[in-house]
Structures are given as structure tokens and as C-alpha cells.
């Protein structure tokens, strides 16, 4: 496949001339937790697997997967090797074992 070459014109239309800055919210972020029945499944590492690739790799692993169907819902396996899905709604939390 050969490389291709886009060139990207600014519309000036769209700039804001009075534009001053972007400023970093301190709001603070909203955090849920809710008990289960049974832990999150962790990956553990064994001791020979900890190079850089691997921490790489699985350092930053989340648990936590989008559900390709449902905008507002998460699946995880836990600790029993059950596959649960968390449906996170702005009032409510719910969980469904599939």
C-alpha cells in the first residue's frame, strides 16, 4: 500500500478571534463504587515476566470492557470466572450475570 499525502486547510471561519485560552478544570470527577459479590479478575504476573514489555503491557490492563451493544454498560469477568455486565446509568447501577 502506498503512502499517501493530505494537505489540511484551516477554515478561518471557524477560528475564534477573542479565543484567550484553554483553562484546566479542578472539578472534581465523579467516582462510583458499588460491593460485589465477587472480586475482579486480576492478570498476575510471575516474577520472570517483569520486563519492560510486559509492564507495558499489562501495567495499565483495565479490567473493565465497553459493551460493543450497549452504550452504557461494561463487562468484567471475577474472580469465580463469571462474565458479569454493569449497566451505569446517571441514577442507577445495576448488575446482570450473562
Not at 486547510?9 to 460485589?36: A, G, H, M, Q, W
Not at 519492560?52 to 495499565?60: D, R, V, W
Request: hydrophobic content about 45%.
Amino acid at each position: 500500500m502506498a503512502a499517501s499525502n493530505y494537505s489540511l486547510k484551516v477554515n478561518r471561519e471557524l477560528l475564534d478571534p477573542d479565543f484567550e485560552s484553554y483553562r484546566l478544570s479542578l472539578d472534581p470527577i465523579p467516582t462510583y463504587s458499588i460491593e460485589l459479590d465477587s472480586a475482579v479478575e486480576e492478570l498476575k504476573l510471575k516474577d520472570s515476566l517483569y520486563t519492560l514489555e510486559h509492564m507495558q503491557a499489562f501495567g495499565m490492563f483495565n479490567y473493565l470492557h465497553l459493551d460493543p451493544w450497549y452504550s452504557d454498560s461494561v463487562v468484567f469477568v471475577d474472580a469465580k470466572g463469571q462474565v458479569l455486565s454493569l449497566t451505569v446509568t446517571l441514577r442507577s447501577v445495576a448488575i446482570l450475570a450473562c
